[in-house]
């Protein structure tokens, strides 16, 4: 490591650097500056740009594509054909087992991964109704009924329009796996542009308003404001584990006589005044308070605080909510490559060598020691060294 340290800070190695460093900016440059002056001569290599340039700490679709394919799996098919020139069956076997793996490892992180957090946060808009993807799966089914009258009326119309219901379910596949876009899950910056930062009641409703055609359900949503609005109201009167409540200074601070000073008491009737004021328009519902132009002015300013506040219980929910699926989709991603693979490589050796062996299915079979006897005896010497990790 001290010899690593050493080689990387003499003078020679940081002189490479900054050439280096120069040559990528010049090349940049000149590529900028052609592009700028002729834009409309140039548009491939615009769009090139475009296409390949990394946003943050993410390449793009196209570059990170061209890598994998490049540096991962055609080095390994080339190395292969090269290392038994004398035995084809043994360079197909390993060729055969690249392609297997390799191809699937490489098809999950460029397409499973994206694929299963649109889908799960899909699924988490239509359960919680705030919308977490860009733009809304396409309604496969016109009959919003439930229960066994509803899957009757969805089943007639698949009958009724089947090429239709095709179409859709296509679309919506596409709109999944879809690399550079279709439905994509929205992020933490994403969810603070969207659900915060209004400052009046009218950019409120809008904002509400839009959700079905997102996806989502303004019902729900409205509700979830007024919960915790009116839970803001329960720990000012009753207190949090941040804050004393009204009712607490009330007794610390009352008269001789027991009675609650005069400012306090206004506080208190204040507080209560807006929760249950909160209360009724949760009861009424959206249609109700959208409907409604002679708002209270304090629910007004209490709302607008709310939407205010870029961690407002909407933000911290989907957020939380982004998380738990992402990691979700993730562990599932990484099981089946750790786990999944080996067992279909496994499966895959055992067909072709062992299964219809009359000797592995022998008495022996089940018995590890012996059954490892027979399996060196049936397999090649080349193929135990491409399969040796699952002979043990």
């Keep these: ?17 900054k050439k280096m460093g120069s040559l990528c900016s010049n090349i940049g440059d000149r590529l900028a500056k052609t592009v700028d002056k002729a834009p409309n001569e140039d548009k491939f290599i615009s769009k ?70 649109s889908l799960i946060a899909g699924a988490a808009t239509k359960f919680k109704g705030l919308p977490m993807i860009n733009k809304p799966y396409e309604a496969l089914f016109e009959n919003k009924e439930k229960g066994f009258k509803g899957l009757k009326q969805k089943g007639e119309e698949i009958i009724q ?20 876009g279709g439905v994509v899950a929205l992020n933490n910056d994403e969810f603070i542009s969207k659900y915060s930062g209004y400052s009046s009641l ?60 005069e400012k306090t008491q206004n506080e208190i009737n204040n507080a209560e005044a807006i929760k249950e004021a909160l209360e009724k328009l949760r009861e009424e ?27 407002n219980a909407l933000v911290k929910e989907a957020k939380g909510l982004t998380a738990i699926l992402k990691t979700f989709a993730l562990a ?13 490589n496994q499966k895959r050796l055992e067909k072709k060598y062992l299964k219809n062996n009359p000797d592995f299915k022998s008495k022996y079979k089940g018995n590890k020691a012996e059954s490892k006897e027979i399996i060196n005896k049936i397999i090649k010497p080349h193929e135990i060294k491409l399969y040796h990790q699952f002979l043990k």
């Design 161 to 180: 329009h089947p090429i239709k219901k095709l179409k859709t379910i296509g679309k919506n596949l596409l709109n999944t796996i879809n690399p550079t």
């Design 202 to 261: 009218d950019e409120i409703k809008k904002l509400i308003d839009s959700m079905p055609s997102q996806g989502g359900d303004k019902e729900k949503v409205f509700k979830k404001i007024m919960d915790s609005l009116i839970q803001g109201q329960e720990d000012i009167l009753n207190g949090s584990k941040t804050s004393t409540g009204l009712h607490a200074i009330a007794a610390r601070t009352a008269n001789q006589d027991g009675s609650i000073i």
């Design 332 to 344: 599932v991603e990484t099981i089946y490559l750790g786990f999944g693979l080996p067992a279909l």
């Design 285 to 311: 519902g959206y249609e109700s308070f959208s409907k409604d132009n002679n708002i209270d002015g304090r629910i007004q300013n209490i709302l607008v605080e709310f939407f205010k506040d870029k961690d």
């Design 48 to 117: 090139f740009l475009k296409t390949v340039e990394p946003t943050g700490a993410n390449n793009p679709f196209v570059t990170l594509a061209t890598l994998m394919i490049g540096t991962v799996i055609i080095p390994r098919v080339l190395t292969a054909g090269k290392r038994n020139p004398d035995n084809k069956e043994a360079t197909r076997d390993e060729i055969k087992e690249i392609l297997f793996r390799d191809c699937q490892t490489v098809l999950i992180i460029l397409f499973a991964l994206k694929s299963a957090n």
């Design 1 to 17: 490591m001290t010899a690593i340290n050493k080689i990387t800070s003499s003078s020679f190695a940081q002189g490479i650097s």
